[in-house]
C-alpha cells in the first residue's frame, strides 16, 4: 500500500461517513476580532469522494489544499482560531447531505468547500439556501447549481459545464469537426455536460450523432466505444471523469479508435487522471482546465508545498479549494464576525488575487469569474519534468468563458 492508499484506508475506516479532522491552527485565546464568531472559531468542512473514483482529483487532496489555507491565514490572523472538518460522501446524495446537515445543525461548520459531484452538491445547495451557509464549489460540472437552482450563498470558484464545453467546441467545429458522439456518465453531471454541448454546438453550426450514457463505476466500456465507433462521428467526446475516463480511454486505445480517424475529447480531464492513464494514451487529449500547477513561479511554489504534505502535484479541484478557503478567512477576519450575510458579502466586493485566480470577482449568479485554459496533453517524449504533462495551447479570458448573465437562469439575476 503507497502514501496515497494508506491515508484512504485511514478515511474509510473513520466512521464510514466521515472523517473529522480537528484542525486548530491557532492559539486558543481569540483576539477581540474574533469575539462574534460562533463558538469561538472559524469553521470549515470540506465535503467529497475520499475512496471512490472521483477521490484522486479532489478527495484528500483537497483536504490539504484546505490546510494549506489555513497555515496562510494564520500567519496574518494568528490569533483567529479555525477548525477544519472533511468527510466522504461516497458520491451519494443522501450521505452528503446528512453529512452536511448535521454540519451545519450541530457541528456550527460556517462554510463548506468541494463536492466534487454534481448531484451531492445540489443538494448540499438545498440545505445551504435553507440555513444561509456559505459553500464554495470545486469539481461541480453542472450548471444548475448557479442557473435555475442558484443560491445566495452558493459559489461556484473553478469551472461549470458551460466552461468547459464552449471553447473545444468552438475550436474544433472551426476545424471542420462538426459532428459529435459523446459518452458520457448518467448522472447529474453528465447528463447536464451533453446538453451544454449540444447548445454550444448548435451555436458553432455542429450536428450531434447520438449520446449514451453509462453508469458511475462501470468497467468495461466496449458496448459504449463500438457505439461511438459505428456512428461515424468526428469527434467522440468523454463527458466523464476520474477512472470512468481513465479506463474508457485505455480501452480506446486498445480498439484502436484513434487510429481510426475519430478524435477523442476529453470534455472533463484533470492532471491525475493523465498520470493514472499515462501520457502514452493521453497524449493528443485536448480539455480545457481553470488552473495548471506549472502556468508560473506562483503556482509552481504552491505545487511544490503541496507536493511536500501531499506527495503529488495539485489538480485544478484542489488549487480552487485553496483559494475559496483562503478568500473565505480572510474575508470573515476583515469583517471581525462569521455572520454570513456579512461575510458574504465581504467575500462579493473583494477581488480574488492569489494563484488560483488573478483578479477575479463573485458574480450575481454566484460564479467566481476567471480565465481558462485549453491544454492538450503533451507526448512522452517532450515531458520535461515530473507531472507537467500539459501543453497550455491558449489561454480563454474569462469574457469568453462564461454564459453571459442575459442568457443565465438564475433568479438572482437581475432582470433588463
Known amino acids: 500500500m503507497d ?24 492559539a486558543v485565546t481569540a483576539p477581540p476580532a474574533a469575539a462574534e464568531m460562533s463558538d469561538g472559531a472559524l469553521k470549515i468542512g470540506i465535503i467529497n ?22 497555515e496562510d491565514f494564520a500567519k496574518l490572523h494568528p490569533d483567529v482560531k479555525v477548525e477544519l472538518l472533511a468527510a466522504d460522501h461516497q458520491n451519494k446524495a443522501d450521505i452528503g447531505a446528512q453529512i ?13 468547500a468541494d463536492a466534487s459531484n454534481s448531484a451531492v452538491a445540489l443538494a448540499v445547495q438545498a440545505l445551504a439556501r435553507e440555513a444561509n451557509k456559505i459553500v464554495g464549489y470545486a469539481a461541480v460540472g453542472t450548471t444548475e447549481i448557479n442557473g435555475a437552482q442558484c443560491a445566495p450563498t452558493g459559489l461556484s470558484w473553478l469551472h461549470d459545464n458551460y466552461n468547459l464545453v464552449s471553447g473545444p467546441v468552438r475550436e474544433l467545429v ?93 470534455e472533463l480531464m484533470f492532471l491525475t487522471d493523465v498520470h493514472s492513464m499515462g501520457l502514452e494514451t493521453a497524449q493528443g487529449l485536448t480539455t480545457v482546465t481553470a488552473w495548471y500547477w506549472d502556468l508560473d513561479d506562483e503556482t509552481r511554489a504552491f505545487a511544490e508545498r503541496f507536493a511536500a504534505k501531499h506527495g503529488r502535484a495539485p ?12 478568500h473565505y478567512l480572510t474575508s470573515a477576519a476583515a469583517v471581525g464576525t462569521d455572520d454570513t450575510d456579512t461575510v458574504l458579502a465581504k467575500m462579493i466586493e473583494t477581488p480574488v488575487n492569489d494563484m ?26 517532450d515531458l520535461e519534468k515530473p507531472w507537467a504533462y500539459y501543453d497550455v495551447v491558449k489561454t480563454i479570458p474569462a469574457a469568453e468563458a462564461y454564459l453571459p448573465l442575459s442568457e443565465s437562469l438564475c433568479p438572482l439575476v437581475p432582470k433588463s
Open 49 to 70: 469522494d475520499q475512496s471512490g473514483p472521483l477521490s484522486d482529483l479532489a478527495g484528500l487532496g483537497s483536504v490539504v489544499a484546505a490546510e494549506l489555507a489555513i
Open 174 to 266: 472551426g476545424e471542420g469537426l462538426d459532428n459529435w458522439f459523446f459518452i458520457a456518465a448518467d448522472y447529474a453531471f453528465g447528463h447536464n455536460m451533453v446538453a451544454e454541448s449540444d447548445a454550444a454546438l448548435a451555436k458553432a453550426g455542429g450536428t450531434k450523432a447520438g449520446a449514451i450514457f453509462h453508469p458511475l463505476g462501470v468497467s468495461d466500456y466496449a458496448a459504449f466505444l463500438l457505439q461511438a465507433q459505428a456512428s461515424g462521428a468526428d469527434v467522440v467526446a468523454f463527458a466523464n471523469a476520474g477512472e470512468q475516463l481513465v479506463t474508457a480511454m485505455k480501452q480506446w486505445n486498445e480498439f484502436g479508435m484513434g487510429a481510426a480517424g475519430q478524435t477523442a475529447v476529453a
Open 356 to 381: 488560483f485566480a488573478r483578479n477575479a470577482s463573485i458574480r450575481a449568479d454566484g460564479k467566481l469569474v476567471h480565465d481558462f485554459y485549453l491544454v492538450r496533453a503533451k507526448k512522452p517524449a
Open 3 to 26: 502514501h496515497h492508499d494508506s491515508r484512504r484506508a485511514t478515511t474509510r475506516a473513520a466512521t464510514g461517513l466521515a472523517l473529522v479532522l480537528s484542525a486548530v491552527l491557532s
Open 100 to 112: 452536511v446537515r448535521r454540519w451545519f445543525d450541530v457541528d456550527g461548520v460556517d462554510m463548506v
Open 315 to 326: 489538480t485544478a479541484p484542489q488549487a480552487s479549494v485553496y483559494s475559496a478557503v483562503l
